[in-house]
């Protein structure tokens, strides 16, 4: 209001509106303190202020090939453009290695951003020393804005330097950032410490199993470090722990130091039940206070458990060790299975992971609907286990089924586990292994769909085996795990379970999406679960796409195939 008025507001209005902003203002300036006692906060508001008002502004106009660009130059007094100046000068100190953060931070997450900064692609030592400066700025007590935007920036590129650039370094700069990972890598043990995105610490973890090897005299302090970030479980995020980072980083220990991730391993199993009876003491000796700090917890852990973290670190523990497996808690259970490599062809990880099993599906495939387990714990599981029985020799995957096949129920977590399953697959793409898979569950899917779907979950267990649960992009017409020697599942399927309507719903709509290429057979599956089922409360519609069967989209003047079935419900209600 104070620049431009609109057509259908008058002069008089705008005048009138210009005033009353100017008012506001006014009373706003008259609140301001004299300048012999202006605060810092007082000075701001000023600025802020002077970018607020017209009329203390100078506006210029300069024409460009694409219009005419206006600039808003606020006129200043003397002080407080003074204040201005230093001000912003201040704030390029805080920020001069911005450049250097956003090149580490798009190199770890392999965004090709990181190309654009040259200077340190061309030049990693250029980073190196950057990041020396920053650390020596950061000991000289710089204010609260210079660690608030640079504390981070030296973990994550010593990361990025031993990661990505480790031949081009010196021994002395290796050792530099060795030291400089490890501090970051143990941020966590130590007291007060909250996690940030970025903060540098999950950048630092990552790398251990390669400082591992380049520096074979830390692995003790590695290995100690790697074992206790394992016990923090804190959530970071929605559907992340803190203790997903050392997980990755054992896993890929694994391709390394199987000795050494192995006792990690098992050192995990061993001491993790002991940590938890830890916390769950600590918590009654501090009488309610539900929520111990993991700093108190990791230093009282480490002063009664010493012997016992001797033993891990130096490869002691052995299977013998363990005992009941079978009894601890499923979360405990889902991070060991975690740990395992996928493609691990150690028999001990085989037995590890059958005991886990057999702990594990009972619990999550209950009769009684209201016996449930923790959301995420089983989310997680059947995630690892999918990828796991897919990445399996095919000759061992009925030993990973056989307990979900002699646990078999009409369950949600059966529709889950489905779904998990072709998740996998369109990433692992194991044709031969997927389809055994399958067919291992065929007959049971039948037997609970025997007396139709009047029973807990069999529509979505249903739709979930044909495939139509998963979010397929819309456009996707076919699938690189349903081949032509397939039609034949799904025309078994059509006969034994097609008196259920969610047979014939998933049928429709596999035939118009990712299944179209069985589309002439389809047809006749279709046709024949309408013959022999007529009293099928549910009215499928199958979509084949023509002339006829279309409709324009006017925005574009194409002509597109796209009626869905609620459009076809809005133009026949007496379809519904």
Not at 43 to 61: E, G, P, Q, S, V
Not at 186 to 210: F, K
Not at 301 to 318: G, Q, S
């Amino acid at each position: 209001y104070q620049i431009f008025r609109s057509e259908e507001i008058g002069e008089e209005e705008a005048e009138k509106r210009q005033k009353e902003l100017w008012n506001i203002l006014d009373d706003y300036y008259s609140q301001l303190p004299d300048k012999d006692k202006e605060t810092e906060e007082d000075k701001i508001w000023k600025l802020f202020l002077a970018r607020m008002d017209r009329r203390k502004m100078n506006i210029t106009t300069e024409r460009t090939d694409d219009g005419i660009v206006i600039q808003f130059n606020p006129d200043l007094e003397p002080e407080l453009k003074e204040y201005s100046e230093k001000s912003l000068a201040k704030s390029s100190e805080f920020t001069k290695f911005t450049s250097l953060k956003l090149w580490a931070s798009y190199k770890i997450k392999n965004d090709e951003k990181y190309k654009e900064y040259k200077q340190y692609e061309e030049n990693p030592k250029q980073a190196l020393e950057e990041v020396k400066t920053i650390i020596n700025e950061l000991k000289k007590n710089k204010s609260h804005e210079f660690h608030l935007f640079n504390h981070s920036i030296p973990g994550e590129v010593c990361s990025v330097l031993i990661k990505n650039h480790i031949d081009e370094l010196l021994k002395k700069e290796k050792e530099f950032c060795k030291d400089v990972i490890l501090e970051f890598a143990s941020l966590s043990l130590r007291t007060n410490y909250q996690y940030q995105i970025s903060d540098g610490v999950e950048s630092a973890i990552s790398v251990l199993p390669i400082l591992f090897k380049e520096f074979p005299e830390k692995r003790e302090a590695i290995k100690t470090i790697l074992l206790l970030t394992l016990f923090d479980s804190h959530h970071i995020g929605m559907y992340a722990e803190f203790t997903d980072f050392p997980t990755r980083a054992v896993k890929e220990l694994f391709s390394i130091s199987f000795e050494y991730a192995q006792s990690l391993l098992l050192g995990y199993l061993y001491l993790k039940p002991k940590y938890e009876t830890l916390r769950e003491k600590i918590r009654q000796k501090n009488k309610g206070v539900y929520q111990v700090g993991e700093y108190e917890l990791i230093a009282a852990f480490i002063k009664e458990y010493e012997t016992d973290l001797e033993k891990v670190v130096n490869n002691e523990i052995t299977y013998e060790h363990l005992g009941e497996i079978e009894k601890l808690d499923l979360y405990i259970l889902k991070r060991v299975f975690q740990l395992i490599p996928e493609n691990t062809d150690n028999e001990l990880h085989k037995k590890i992971a059958k005991r886990i099993l057999k702990a594990f599906v009972p619990k999550i495939l209950p009769d009684d609907r209201e016996d449930r387990i923790d959301y995420e714990v089983k989310h997680d599981f059947l995630q690892k286990y999918t990828y796991f029985v897919l990445n399996s020799p095919q000759d061992e995957v009925n030993d990973y089924l056989k307990p979900f096949i002699d646990n078999f129920n009409a369950s949600e977590t059966i529709a889950e586990l489905f779904e998990k399953f072709i998740y996998a697959e369109d990433i692992l793409n194991t044709y031969d292994k997927f389809w055994l898979i399958w067919e291992s569950f065929k007959e049971k899917v039948f037997e609970i769909c025997e007396k139709g779907e009047g029973y807990w979950y069999i529509d979505k267990i249903i739709k979930s085996y044909l495939f139509v649960t998963v979010f397929w992009k819309e456009d996707t017409k076919g699938w690189h795990s349903l081949k032509s020697a397939d039609k034949k599942f799904f025309k078994e399927v059509s006969q034994k379970i097609g008196h259920c309507p969610s047979t014939l719903y998933a049928l429709a709509k596999l035939l118009n999406g990712i299944g179209s290429s069985y589309i002439d057979d389809g047809i006749i599956w279709i046709s024949d679960i309408i013959e022999k089922n007529k009293d099928l409360a549910t009215i499928a519609v199958l979509h084949t796409g023509g002339t006829i069967a279309s409709k324009v989209d006017y925005k574009t003047g194409a002509v597109t195939a796209k009626f869905t079935a609620e459009d076809l419900l809005e133009m026949f209600p007496e379809l519904g």
